[in-house]
């Protein structure tokens, strides 16, 4: 029978008498309390890592006593049974949160105590202290203190190690991977509860590694539940009293074998004992015929004794010769196998030995010395091994507390033994290598010192304040330090007194010093040169300076720069005062010029309301030229105040431009369009030129159409005879952008250079008759400047007196595809599109300015839409509950409630939730449309209206589904 089977079998005998033994002790259960109600399942969980009880075969398959015990249990019970095999900190938390009703093979402790419902114990399992066999000593639970130790999480011994003052405890998943760390080193010291660690250290092959030290103490198996949970504890502890005491001692056998029989093997030693007598009989008949035959050879023998006694004496006289050779010697030797073994150890000087001789032998090297002079050795070995000899490695070690140094010569050892063998050399070189280094030494200080003479005036004269420390001492500090601060070393002789001195506040200077050591802290493990920070220090006289601190780190010494920053500071915080002081002006204007806006737009709105419903009534030709006069000018007002307001955003970096497909063809189009009467007046020859540009682009097409729209009206104004161009080209492109040039050609009066610099600049003209001439803000070009800047590109002009004058930008689009066309109304226009379809639908205005209101519904009069009127926010949402409205037009700014919040409340009503909610305001910026379209709005028309824009967006609205 083999060594493995023969432990297998005591394993499991052991196994069988402490199961038995815990059964035998654990007390009976008191008849339980009847349940609330039947119970059809039941989840238990365990831990996975316990052979025989529970544990993954070599297929990752759940097997074991307990797999077996409790099918059996569900079988008797009528229940639906989980087993749930996990590692075991796992299987503590699923009871925690409710995800199993049962733990099984759990430890009673104190800690537990409030957390579970115990059953009574089934089994004693000892729990014991293992250690590396390198480690003597360790007997009982104080001589653990200092240990590093190994335990499972979730395992009861941890809680007995605490309650022992033991805390340096590493925690591992399970005992797999506890006892892999131990084979790695990382631990020498570890907690297992014995039957499994017998199973673990057999499996992996780890037996002869590690040794029991002491039993902590004795543990035992119970089945618990959540607190509280006694009806579940009740139910397991009768179903486990229905299974017999046979099928009980059947599963038992099956997992933990069964006690060896021992009166078969006395009837077997019985008839043995027989046996030997007959066999006795006959060698006494066979020794006294042997007895003649020794007898003849007796005379041979001992001739041959006595030729092995002289041997044996001669090898004793030489053995007594080598080692009287041996003890003259002050080296040491040391014998070692190809592995790096020791077999055998002479020293004349055993202080020298790093331990003792007894304890050497059979260890190897790499366990006794360090790692680098282990390293040196196993190389020596190996090389000897190779090529029979090495030489001159040195080796560096601690002995009785002093650093030596050894120098190692290796020979490959002759003989007949089948296993090659190393003898090595090791000579005491610790004289030779101090006075060495004491030379060395003397080489150095005398260049340290012309060095020093060097550094020191450096120091000195460095532009930089400067402070030299070692450890907690001010050692230095140069001249620039001291006019900087006023502090000389005396006032400093240590970092206690710079730290109260420089930084009276306690509070900054807990800061200070705790940012300045992490400082130097990362500086230590990254080449030593510390990261320049700010700080604030107080002077000898009670001014504070800021300074950016840094230095680099020296062996035990640490140079500091002190960098004056303090009139970068001051030039920072007098630019930041200016810039607040400009920021604060720019909101000023912004609200000024948005507040001016909303005033002159909401008059405006009834002004060119007006003028739009009165054309279309009959009016005498007198009257129609006036009230083109009175339209003209009102649209020359408006552009004015949209131009004002435009050069204000691009100024303040509100302005956001859009990004769209659109093709180019159309802005030139459209701005041909535009100009075309008023060249036609004039007698212009009117010309277009775009045909090398990509069909498709991407961009802001609007703002695109304005900066052409500036300077064509700019060419129409002042050319009063000849030609204008529009031209269009591709300076630059590649997949994804190009770069496209927009130019305007004239015949005007041209600008002299000169002027030609102020021409971009807002409210700037080339002079002040041609202002009076032509009229005009100045604003057109800054703007079309501006714009094509944000753009990507640049604007600017090519002009003479008399010559004309051409004025282009340029900006960067990008490549894009139009999207698919949505479906149009029809071929007639918006206002009669409304008329047509949705005639009769209910639309709510909500207006608070009365003129405002009687323009919109002169607006909206013909369009044969039903309008009722609000007059503010508040009364519109009144309205909105009661009536079902096809689309609602909301003003912003008024009384009780404004646009916004009205919105927000409309958009809660179930009627309204998809209503289209277009605001209607003269609030124009563009913040002011994205606050309509975050408070719920669909769209937005700025006030004056454009009866067109409006037309336009009722019908594309009134038409959307839902």
């Not at 490695?393 to 650093?403: C, M």
């Amino acid at each position: 029978m083999s060594t493995l089977a023969i432990r297998w079998i005591i394993l499991r005998c052991l196994l069988t008498l402490q199961v038995g033994i815990g059964l035998a002790v654990s007390p009976s259960l008191a008849v339980a309390a009847p349940r609330s109600g039947p119970v059809t399942s039941l989840h238990v969980v365990s831990d996975e890592n316990y052979p025989p009880y529970l544990f993954r075969n070599a297929e990752g398959q759940v097997e074991g006593y307990l797999v077996d015990l409790w099918q059996l249990w569900a079988t008797r019970n009528h229940v639906k049974l989980t087993l749930t095999a996990t590692n075991w900190a796992e299987a503590q938390k699923m009871i925690a949160r409710g995800d199993a009703d049962v733990i099984d093979m759990i430890y009673r402790t104190p800690a537990r105590e409030s957390l579970y419902d115990f059953s009574a114990p089934y089994a004693d399992l000892p729990v014991a202290i293992y250690t590396d066999t390198s480690i003597g000593g360790i007997s009982g639970v104080t001589t653990l203190k200092g240990f590093q130790i190994g335990v499972q999480d979730g395992d009861a011994c941890i809680e007995r190690l605490q309650s022992n003052g033991i805390a340096t405890l590493q925690n591992y998943r399970n005992y797999t991977d506890l006892i892999a760390a131990a084979q790695r080193q990382e631990i020498k010291v570890f907690c297992l509860d014995e039957v499994p660690a017998n199973f673990y250290l057999y499996k992996a092959k780890a037996q002869g590694d590690f040794r029991k030290a002491f039993e902590l103490y004795k543990g035992q198996f119970h089945r618990a539940v959540r607190k509280g949970n006694l009806d579940t504890l009740r139910l397991v502890e009768e179903g486990m009293k229905s299974i017999t005491t046979k099928e009980e001692a059947a599963l038992r056998k099956k997992w933990f074998g069964a006690p060896v029989d021992l009166g078969e093997y006395r009837a077997y030693a019985g008839w043995g004992l027989l046996g030997l007598l007959s066999v006795g009989s006959l060698l006494l008949l066979w020794n006294m015929t042997l007895r003649r035959q020794v007898s003849a050879k007796t005379t041979t023998l001992k001739q041959t004794l006595a030729e092995l006694k002289a041997a044996h004496q001669a090898v004793k006289d030489a053995k007594e010769s080598l080692a009287a050779t041996l003890q003259a010697i002050p080296d040491l030797l040391f014998e070692f196998d190809a592995e790096g073994r020791y077999l055998d150890v002479f020293a004349n000087q055993e202080t020298l030995l790093a331990a003792s001789k007894a304890s050497l032998i059979g260890k190897n090297v790499g366990a006794v010395l360090p790692a680098e002079a282990s390293r040196q050795v196993l190389v020596a070995i190996e090389h000897a091994l190779a090529t029979g000899s090495d030489y001159g490695r040195v080796i560096e070690l601690e002995i009785g507390g002093q650093r030596r140094w050894f120098e190692l010569s290796a020979t490959r050892k002759a003989g007949t033994s089948p296993e090659a063998r190393v003898l090595v050399l090791s000579r005491d070189i610790t004289q030779r290598r101090e006075t060495e280094q004491a030379l060395q030494q003397a080489r150095d200080d005398a260049l340290l010192a012309e060095r020093d003479r060097h550094f020191r005036a450096l120091f000195t004269a460095a532009p930089v304040a400067v402070l030299y420390t070692r450890a907690n001492v001010a050692d230095s500090i140069n001249q620039r330090f001291i006019d900087l601060f006023g502090y000389r070393e005396e006032d400093i002789a240590n970092l206690d007194e710079w730290w109260l001195r420089a930084y009276p506040d306690p509070g900054y200077r807990q800061w200070v010093m705790s940012t300045w050591q992490s400082a130097v802290d990362r500086a230590a493990s990254t080449g030593g040169k510390v990261q320049s920070l700010e700080y604030r220090v107080t002077c000898k006289d009670g001014t504070t300076r800021d300074l950016l601190i840094g230095g680099q780190i020296f062996g035990d010494g640490f140079i500091a720069t002190f960098t004056d920053i303090t009139p970068l500071r001051e030039t920072e915080a007098a630019l930041k005062d200016a810039k607040d002081a400009a920021d604060a002006a720019n909101i000023a204007k912004s609200e000024f010029l948005a507040n001016m806006s909303h005033e002159i737009r909401t008059p405006m709105n009834a002004i060119l309301g007006y003028a739009y419903t009165l054309k279309r009534t009959p009016l005498q030709p007198e009257q129609i030229g006036r009230l083109g006069k009175i339209e003209d000018a009102g649209r020359h007002l408006l552009a004015i105040i949209n131009d004002i307001l435009d050069i204000s955003k691009i100024e303040a970096g509100k302005l956001v431009l859009e990004h769209t497909s659109f093709q180019p063809g159309t802005i030139i189009d459209y701005v041909h369009a535009l100009i075309a009467d008023g060249a036609e007046a004039k007698g212009l020859h009117l010309t277009v030129d775009y045909h090398d540009l990509p069909d498709t682009l991407q961009g802001d097409p609007t703002r695109l159409r304005q900066a052409l729209l500036n300077l064509a009206s700019n060419a129409v104004k002042f050319t009063e005879a000849g030609s204008i161009a529009l031209l269009a080209s591709t300076l630059e492109s590649d997949d994804s952008s190009a770069l496209v040039r927009f130019e305007v050609r004239d015949t005007g009066i041209g600008i002299a250079p000169a002027s030609q610099r102020d021409l971009f600049q807002p409210f700037k003209q080339v002079d002040a008759s041609t202002t009076r001439r032509y009229g005009g803000t100045g604003l057109g070009l800054a703007i079309t400047q501006r714009l094509a800047r944000l753009m990507g590109g640049d604007a600017g002009v090519v002009s003479a007196p008399g010559a004309g004058s051409t004025f282009w930008f340029t900006a960067r689009l990008g490549i894009g595809e139009l999207p698919a066309p949505g479906p149009a109304l029809t071929g007639a226009t918006a206002e009669e599109n409304i008329r047509h379809l949705h005639a009769g639908a209910r639309v709510l205005l909500v207006e608070d300015d009365l003129v405002n209101q009687e323009v919109a519904l002169e607006l909206l009069g013909d369009t044969g839409l039903q309008v009722d009127v609000a007059a503010n926010g508040r009364l519109a949402v009144d309205r909105a509950a009661d009536t079902d409205y096809a689309l609602i037009l909301m003003d912003m700014q008024m009384p009780e409630m404004g646009g916004l919040e009205a919105t927000a409340l409309i958009r809660t009503l179930p009627r309204h939730r998809a209503t289209p909610i277009i605001a209607m305001t003269a609030n124009a910026f563009d913040e002011d449309r994205q606050r309509c379209l975050q408070s719920g709005m669909n769209d937005f028309v700025a006030k004056p209206v454009d009866p067109d824009l409006l037309f336009t967006t009722l019908a594309r609205w009134l038409s959307a589904p839902g």
